[in-house]
């Protein structure tokens, strides 16, 4: 069992920044995706960044504000949140996967953080 536990979401006004933080805990051997999706209001669920051995993607609409980052020693990512906009509001949710103890693998979801941007 893999948990993700997510936290740094809340209100923030146009133009704000957020820095949000997920760690994971369990039967860890190794984790080789990290990543950050968000799902607005009658919407899907969207890939916002992901960083796979090192390397960084982004969605369209968040690069060059947002940057993803990775502590491998704590098992956590990062998701730091600048230029904030109105149509960033959603719940972001951190996605992890690996392998566990038994080198079983394993994707793991954490349960969400709600993001608003409003003034």
């Known amino acids: 069992q893999v948990q993700l536990v997510e936290s740094g979401g809340g209100l923030v006004q146009p133009g704000g920044s957020l820095r949000l933080s997920c760690a994971a805990s369990?039967?860890?051997?190794?984790?080789?995706?990290m990543g950050w999706y968000r799902q607005a209001p009658g919407k899907q669920r969207d890939l916002v960044a992901v960083?796979?051995?090192?390397?960084?993607n982004y969605a369209e609409s968040v690069k060059g504000r947002f940057t993803i980052s990775r502590d491998n020693a704590k098992n956590t990512v990062y998701l730091q949140m600048n230029s904030l906009k109105p149509e960033d509001t959603a719940v972001y949710y951190c996605?992890?996967?690996?392998?566990?103890?038994?080198?079983?693998?394993?994707?793991?979801w954490g349960q969400g953080t709600q993001v608003t941007v409003s003034s």
């Open positions: 996605n992890a996967g690996g392998q566990t103890l038994m080198r079983r693998h394993f994707g793991s």
């Open positions: 369990g039967s860890i051997f190794s984790i080789s995706t």
């Open positions: 960083i796979i051995s090192g390397r960084t």
